[in-house]
């Protein structure tokens, strides 16, 4: 039997195999650089902002819009807009997954995509909500001031501010899903999908 029918890589591969998929990786489509900025500028900034949240006092009665609580209003905004425009970029720069990739991982795929833009951005505006309840003004980089989105002392944003705490937690779990996908794809199938996300993306 020949060299290629007899080796065998990782995960028991042969060589063939190994050939396929590597030009199944360089077949697949790729994420531009804006795309790519818009991603990692994203993952940074909501990094950010799940830090800030952490280290932030408990906000009630006597809250004062000041150290913590003030960044993470003021990432909050940016966080608004910068996820707005990423996702009209999507749109308007689609990017379709690996002709070979799974139905079901395709469909997982774009829920997830989806869910994590619409928590995002539903968050933020259920915090910009709450934080008219207390009276707090919001500026956009500390420069732009924003409009209040409810009175002071307004019933439904209270309860807005109240959601605003929950769905931080489902947010959280959704990118650790996200990540997760991501490092499997990377580790397991290693089909390029991760890569296409990469600046130095050689589908290896």
Known sequence: ??????FHGDYGETQLQITERANRRAQA????WVAK??????????????????????????????????WHLSIGI???????????????????FPADLSLWQNRLAHITHLALYLLVIGN???????AGFRGWSLSFLGIVPMPSLAEKG????????????VLVYVLLGLAGLHAAAALYH??????????????NSAKQ
Do not use: C, N, S
């Open 1 to 6: 039997m020949g060299y290629a029918a007899t």
């Open 29 to 32: 489509p790729d994420y531009g």
């Open 37 to 70: 900025a818009l991603h990692w500028i994203a993952f940074a900034v909501l990094a950010a902002q799940f830090g800030v949240g952490w280290m932030m006092p408990h906000i009630g009665r006597d809250t004062l819009k000041e150290g913590w609580v003030a």
């Open 78 to 96: 940016a966080l608004l807009f910068l996820f707005v425009g990423r996702y009209v970029w999507r749109l308007t720069h689609p990017v379709a």
């Open 124 to 130: 933020t505006l259920l915090g910009w909500a709450a």
């Open 154 to 165: 307004t019933a439904w944003a209270h309860t807005a501010g109240d959601i605003h705490v």
């Open 186 to 199: 990377y580790f397991i199938t290693r089909d390029g999908i991760l890569q296409r996300m990469l600046f």
